[in-house]
């Protein structure tokens, strides 16, 4: 599993931008349960839209390769006859 960090960093700022001005027109409190409403709230409710707010994980594969041969007609395993085939 490998961590992909998402756009906290932008949403936080948004938010803070956001309850700055609702507190120029408001109190303080009202600025306040905004910030945490919309911080919480709203990047909870985009994070499960699909957003990638507050980080996710990703499953890294890592493709195998193997050097399995086997008979075309009955599928049981044959060795390698030709010196071309040898990697």
């Known amino acids: 599993m490998e961590p992909i960090d998402g756009y906290w960093p932008l949403w936080l700022l948004a ?6 001005l609702l507190w120029f027109y408001t109190n303080w409190l009202a600025a306040l349960i905004a ?5 919480g709230g709203i990047g909870a409710i985009m994070q499960s839209m699909g957003l ?27 060795k390698i006859v030709s010196l071309y085939d040898k990697q």
Do not use: D, W
């Not at 994980?57 to 086997?70: I, P, T, Y």
């Open 52 to 78: 990638n707010i507050f980080g996710v994980e990703r499953k890294v594969a890592m493709q195998r390769v193997s050097n399995f041969h086997s008979c075309i007609c009955c599928e049981q395993p044959v």
């Open 15 to 20: 938010t803070i931008v956001g309850s700055i």
């Open 35 to 39: 910030f945490v409403g919309l911080y």
